[in-house]
């Protein structure tokens, strides 16, 4: 449970050979398109195969992504960030990877709310094409501004044997880690600022 970030009260899903799934909780079977909805409204599930017992919840929620990218229109996941993502794997750096994503998103998703007052209470719902938008491309910037940070570092990874003995890199991803955090912080800023001055043009 640990693994897939669910708690002991989530909703089994049983998954069989079949590939259909099986909502232990309704007793019924359900669609890839039941469980992005269920992710959106916040119900926490873990799927589990029906035969062997093995937690495949990873490898559910990332077929649901492919499928929601595969539908066309808005995608979230830009190309250059799949490309970047995709040659970290293997990398000896990677184990970074995941957290600062998760906290990333977690950032955004606790700001989200307040992005769509903001655009509801000032534009009436229709989406504000300069502002929003800068802020939009900003964010995606973003994300690979600090997937390239770890890139001046791989090299001297990779090649251990021109370090000095008993040399340590703690130091330097601290530093790394600290500057994702600044880049974190100052997004953060931005945002609130945008609240504040809604807050005085309602004034």
Same mark, same amino acid.
């Not at 800023?189 to 309602?202: D, H, P, T, V, Y």
């Given at each position: 449970m640990a693994e897939t970030g669910a708690d002991k009260n989530a909703v089994i899903i049983k998954?069989?050979? +079949?590939? %259909?799934?099986?909502?232990t909780a309704t007793s019924s079977y359900v669609t890839l398109d039941h469980l992005c909805q269920m992710v959106k409204d916040g119900i926490d599930f873990a799927v589990y195969d029906a035969k062997s017992g093995e937690d495949i919840t990873r490898s559910v929620l990332t077929q649901i992504i492919v499928e929601e990218e595969s539908k066309g229109g808005q995608n979230l996941l830009p190309i250059n960030f799949l490309r970047q993502l995709i040659s970290f794997y293997g990398d000896n750096l990677q184990f970074l990877v995941p957290r600062y994503l998760e906290? $990333? *998103?977690? @950032? !955004? =998703? %606790?700001? /989200?709310? /307040? *992005?769509? +007052? @903001? *655009? %509801?209470?000032t534009f009436g719902g229709i989406f504000p094409f300069g502002r929003f938008e800068d802020l939009g491309k900003q964010n995606i910037a973003f994300f690979e501004r600090a997937l390239k940070m770890f890139a &001046? !570092? /791989?090299?001297?990874?990779?090649? &251990?044997?021109? =370090?000095? &003995?008993? =040399?340590?890199t703690s130091g $330097?991803? =601290?530093t790394a880690l600290a500057d994702l955090k600044s880049q974190l912080d100052v997004l953060q800023?931005?945002?609130?600022?945008?609240?504040? /001055?809604?807050?005085?043009?309602?004034k």
């Open positions: 998954k069989y050979a +079949n590939r %259909r799934l099986y909502n906290h $990333t *998103m977690e @950032y !955004f =998703a %606790r700001n /989200q709310e /307040q *992005m769509r +007052n @903001y *655009m %509801r209470d &001046p !570092f /791989q090299g001297e990874v990779r090649e &251990p044997d021109r =370090a000095e &003995p008993g =040399a340590s $330097t991803d =601290a800023k931005r945002i609130e600022s945008l609240s504040r /001055q809604k807050g005085e043009k309602a």
